[in-house]
């Protein structure tokens, strides 16, 4: 993925973050309000680690964030534990369940993209179903997901399954998202069970 050196990529390297896209989470807890301290993250996709810093940031000394990546994180807190992995590792859900439950999972996980609009659809609807069965899993009653996807004609049948999950399901368009950029994010509270 390019890198897009604009604003917020010049604020992100100032307030010491590896990326600008923590941003897109920064206004989403601004708006929605869904972190607190001491509560339990679950982060997918979390290379180079500005989510990961920014929730261990909010949820403080009482909370945790479990990071999970295929590279390497840029951050590092005493909060943040970070875990070198697929989520489809057949060893993930034992490494997840050590930290149940979770209050919130997050996901910036992105398929590498293609150039092919309809396939890098397909591939974030793949990955955001993905964490959707996730923290169907591993959160805990009443908790939250927040979720990338590339928007498309399969998000239906995504929004669907997280209505069978959560009691509230909105899509987020982060300001600092790329106006061009067909990104979005799904907003999902009050898990049902």
């Known amino acids: 993925m ?6 917020y990529f010049f604020k992100a390297k100032k307030e010491g973050y590896p ?6 989470l920064i206004e989403a807890q601004k708006r929605f309000r869904f972190i607190k301290a001491g509560d339990r993250i679950l982060d997918l996709g979390a290379s180079p680690g500005s989510w990961s ?3 261990a940031k909010s949820v403080g000394k009482r909370g945790l964030v479990v ?11 005493d ?6 992995k697929s989520i489809f590792d057949e060893d993930i859900e034992d490494i997840l369940g050590r930290y149940t439950p979770f209050d919130v999972v997050l996901s910036d996980m992105a398929p590498k993209t293609s150039g092919r609009r309809d396939i890098d659809h397909y591939r974030s609807i793949e990955l955001a179903t993905s964490a959707l069965e996730i ?3 591993f959160l805990k009653k009443g908790g939250s997901l927040y979720c990338k996807f590339y928007d498309g004609e399969d998000f239906v049948e995504l929004r669907k399954k997280a209505q069978e999950v959560f009691g509230s399901v909105k899509v987020f368009k982060p300001k600092s998202s790329r106006s061009e950029s067909v990104e979005k994010f799904l907003f999902c509270t009050k898990k049902k069970q």
């Open 135 to 137: 923290a169907s899993r």
């Open 19 to 24: 990326a600008r896209s923590v941003y897109k």
């Open 2 to 7: 390019k890198e897009i050196k604009d604003h």
């Open 53 to 55: 810093k920014y929730a």
């Open 79 to 84: 909060n943040i534990f970070f875990f070198k």
């Open 67 to 77: 990071a999970v990546d295929l590279h390497g994180l840029k951050v590092s807190a």
